[in-house]
């Protein structure tokens, strides 16, 4: 069975991606959770998790935050609330939180996202044996290597199939200190990129919020050519991130993969289909966006 | 209050051995693999032994570190490895890879390991989870500040180690793959190509596909995450009365140079502190010596706030370096006053020279005659290694070193 994990960016397109066959939806607070398309409070995911549990649909919050001591501090009264709420999961990334959960007898299963630092099988088996229930792998890994680790883990693993990849997190205001060097002081450091002097093509995404500076591949990934043999090689989990794919749009292509799915579980998944799937998905990709298969096509000597 | 231990890093054997002689309680090394500086000098089994053995002479430790994130492969053999290290007597392994800490512990069990910056810990449960898994040490992310070091030592038995001096990564370690992405060059494996260094356009998109560039300035200044350099020289009250186990200088890359002059300023202040913390006095003296080897403009980092734009490398910076290494003593011999050196660059007659040795020895000289080994007078020492001989009136030792400073 095909699972499809998407980030939500409000109550209302929740709604559509629960209904349009996302399996489980990733939100959460941008105090405990990383990049996310919004920030929901505990209200918010209370009432998120009621209408996706309607549906069939199941909740993991992201806490998969880099936390300081002030943050670890809260992090016992709000993993309770959201056992009281009955999230379904959350997703680790701060050895810190498999403690506080450890120390405080909290029950949440946990899927262990610590981006860039997933990639070797028994780097997931340890955080196995520690509780977690599945791992999000690093998007830095090539298919190769991707099978190398699902044929030694008991547990799910997570894929992104589409959406960006985020490159470099830094602690450091890296936008702002710029602004306020050149005198050119702004209100919201978003919606901005880079581009290296000799490539003027490159177009690396790059914010500032309360976890700090976010630099982003140039291509946001896009593995719909690949889906049947990434469910031949086991890996059935598929995470879409929507941090820059808004609104009706991101909905739209997770219908998407619905129909992937779809014809993949009923063995009707062709070259024709997957063709005809990539095209739509072109189409619907935010124009000043560039798609492509990140590591995955990329051989594991390719990098050094 | 307990004394913190002064961790220098070593590129090759030679610089072990300096570091030691400049001050440092302990060292760290890297191995041929399963490290993060895969351009930096390694040491092999046999080199290892012999740091060990020198070592322990000085009442010195080794660790090694062997901090990469794994992927499928990369652990083969890395179990033989620990074990082989333990058996030579390092005092430790910096790892940052879950994977590897596995290994290490079941596989060579009594070898401790202390956890690499690169896994980012900034907050006490997470020294409290690795503490539970059997760690010795854990290695501050660089971005926790001092406060948050004061609380996590009301929180932790584990040792804390956290970097004083050096070049600073800019993202949270481990967290960064610009490399991987720019220039295929695995960040987390060695390969780091230094993407943050570079300088980039920034643009602005106010409608979909309408790009608009921010760069401003006069000059037109470029988008850059380059950081100044750290060093906490006048905060070494501050990092000892926290309880700070392990004080560490950044730099397996760095020359001797660097690092026996870096490993003896902090000797100076950490023993003037801990000998007398009442009237313990910060030293301009021991900031002026850094400076001679610094490479970018100095900073605290993370631990009094958040760095701003004036801990980023924009606009015009001062000359750096400073000095140049020139020689370093082999013998000295005092009833004549003749010392030997062995040159390291180009030098002569007229020189303004400084020499400076373990203990904060200094001497300043002005070269008027010099010789070559043959004792036949010469007015430059051009050839790398050459020896030449100089008169001194006042006494040096081996492995003193000798600078001058670089014309304006």
Not at chain 2, 94 to 123: F, K, M, R, Y
Not at chain 2, 275 to 284: K, L, T, V, W
């Given at each position: 069975m095909i699972q499809i994990i998407a980030t939500a960016e409000s109550a209302e397109q929740a709604q559509a991606l629960a209904e349009t066959g996302v399996n489980t939806l990733l939100v959460g607070e941008d105090e405990f959770g990383l990049r996310l398309p919004a920030s929901f409070t505990l209200e918010e995911i209370g009432?998120?998790?009621?209408?996706?549990?309607?549906?069939?649909?199941?909740?993991?919050?992201a806490v998969n935050a880099v936390m300081h001591n002030d943050r670890i501090r809260k992090l016992p009264a709000y993993l309770l609330a959201l056992r009281k709420i009955g999230v379904d999961a959350i997703s680790v990334g701060d050895p810190g939180a498999v403690q506080v959960m450890r120390t405080h007898q909290i029950d949440i299963p946990y899927v262990y996202d610590a981006h860039t630092l997933v990639t070797n099988a028994r780097q997931i088996n340890f955080w196995t044996k520690r509780g977690a229930v599945g791992a999000v792998l690093a998007?830095?890994?090539?298919?190769?290597?991707?099978?190398?680790?699902?044929?030694?883990?008991?547990?799910?693993?997570?894929?992104?199939?589409?959406?960006?990849?985020?490159?470099?997190?830094?602690?450091?205001?890296l936008v702002d200190n710029y602004l306020q060097f050149t005198e050119q002081p702004r209100e919201s450091k978003k919606g901005f990129f880079l581009s290296e002097p000799k490539q003027p093509d490159t177009h690396y995404s790059i914010y500032e919020d309360r976890n700090g500076t976010h630099i982003f591949a140039t291509d946001d990934v896009n593995l719909v050519p690949y889906l049947g043999e990434l469910a031949e090689a086991g890996l059935r989990v598929w995470k879409m991130d929507g941090i820059f794919t808004r609104g009706e749009t991101f909905v739209n292509i997770a219908g998407l993969l619905a129909e992937a799915r779809r014809a993949i579980e009923a063995g009707q998944w062709t070259a024709e289909t997957a063709a005809s799937l990539n095209e739509r998905i072109k189409d619907l990709h935010p124009k000043e966006r560039s798609l492509g298969e990140g590591f995955f096509t990329k051989q594991a000597d390719d990098v050094q | 209050m307990k004394k913190p231990e002064l961790l220098a890093p070593a590129g090759t054997l030679e610089k072990l051995k300096i570091a030691i002689r400049y001050g440092a309680?302990?060292?760290?090394?890297?191995?041929?693999?399963?490290?993060?500086?895969?351009?930096?000098g390694n040491f092999n089994l046999d080199e290892m032994r012999e740091g060990v053995a020198f070592a322990k002479a000085f009442g010195a430790k080794v660790y090694v570190a062997a901090n990469m994130v794994t992927h499928e492969g990369d652990e083969v053999g890395v179990g033989d490895y620990f074990r082989s290290l333990r058996?030579?007597?390092?005092?430790?392994?910096?790892?940052?890879?879950?994977?590897?800490?596995?290994?290490?512990?079941?596989?060579?069990?009594?070898?401790?390991?202390?956890?690499?910056?690169?896994?980012?810990?900034?907050?006490?449960?997470?020294?409290?989870?690795?503490?539970?898994?059997?760690?010795?040490?854990?290695v501050l992310a660089r971005e926790v500040s001092m406060d948050e070091i004061a609380e996590m030592r009301k929180n932790t038995e584990v040792e804390i180690e956290t970097f004083i001096h050096g070049a600073m990564c800019i993202s949270y370690s481990g967290r960064c793959v610009l490399s991987n992405y720019m220039s295929a060059r695995d960040a987390n494996r060695g390969g780091c190509s230094q993407s943050c260094r570079w300088k980039y356009d920034l643009y602005e998109m106010p409608k979909p596909g309408v790009r608009q560039s921010v760069l401003a300035g006069e000059p037109v200044e470029e988008f850059s995450m380059s950081a100044v350099d750290l060093s906490m020289i006048r905060h070494i009250p501050d990092l000892v009365k926290n309880g700070v186990d392990s004080l560490k200088i950044e730099g397996r890359m760095k020359s001797i140079h660097y690092v026996s002059t870096v490993c003896n300023v902090y000797r100076q202040a950490i023993d003037a502190y801990?000998?007398?913390?009442?009237?313990?006095?910060?030293?301009?003296?021991?900031?002026?010596?850094?400076?001679?080897?610094?490479?970018?403009?100095?900073?605290?980092?993370?631990?009094?706030?958040?760095?701003?734009?004036?801990?980023?490398?924009?606009?015009?910076?001062?000359?750096?370096?400073?000095?140049?290494?020139?020689?370093?003593?082999?013998?000295?011999?005092?009833?004549?006053?003749?010392?030997?050196?062995?040159?390291?660059?180009?030098?002569?007659?007229?020189?303004e020279v400084e020499f400076y040795g373990?203990?904060?020895?200094?001497?300043?000289?002005?070269?008027?005659?010099?010789?070559?080994?043959?004792?036949?007078?010469?007015?430059?020492?051009?050839?790398?290694?050459?020896?030449?001989?100089?008169?001194?009136?006042?006494?040096?030792?081996?492995?003193?070193?000798?600078?001058?400073?670089?014309?304006?």
């Open positions: 009432a998120l998790t009621n209408m996706a549990h309607h549906r069939g649909a199941k909740v993991c919050v998007r830095e890994l090539t298919f190769e290597e991707i099978k190398a680790i699902a044929a030694q883990v008991s547990v799910p693993l997570e894929i992104l199939v589409y959406g960006a990849t985020c490159i470099h997190q830094s602690k450091r205001p | 309680d302990a060292v760290y090394i890297g191995g041929n693999q399963y490290g993060l500086r895969s351009r930096a058996d030579i007597g390092i005092h430790a392994v910096i790892v940052s890879d879950p994977a590897l800490i596995e290994i290490c512990a079941t596989e060579a069990p009594g070898l401790p390991i202390h956890l690499s910056t690169q896994a980012s810990a900034a907050n006490y449960e997470t020294l409290n989870f690795w503490h539970s898994e059997g760690l010795e040490r854990v801990c000998a007398d913390p009442e009237h313990y006095e910060f030293q301009q003296a021991w900031e002026d010596e850094l400076w001679k080897v610094a490479q970018r403009e100095l900073s605290t980092g993370f631990y009094y706030g958040v760095p701003t734009e004036d801990q980023q490398l924009f606009g015009k910076r001062r000359k750096i370096p400073a000095y140049s290494f020139i020689g370093q003593v082999l013998e000295y011999d005092s009833t004549t006053g003749i010392a030997a050196i062995e040159q390291r660059n180009n030098f002569g007659v007229g020189d373990p203990g904060f020895t200094h001497y300043h000289y002005r070269i008027e005659e010099m010789w070559d080994e043959n004792n036949q007078p010469i007015d430059r020492a051009p050839n790398p290694m050459m020896i030449v001989k100089l008169k001194v009136d006042a006494p040096l030792k081996p492995f003193d070193m000798m600078r001058k400073a670089l014309p304006d």
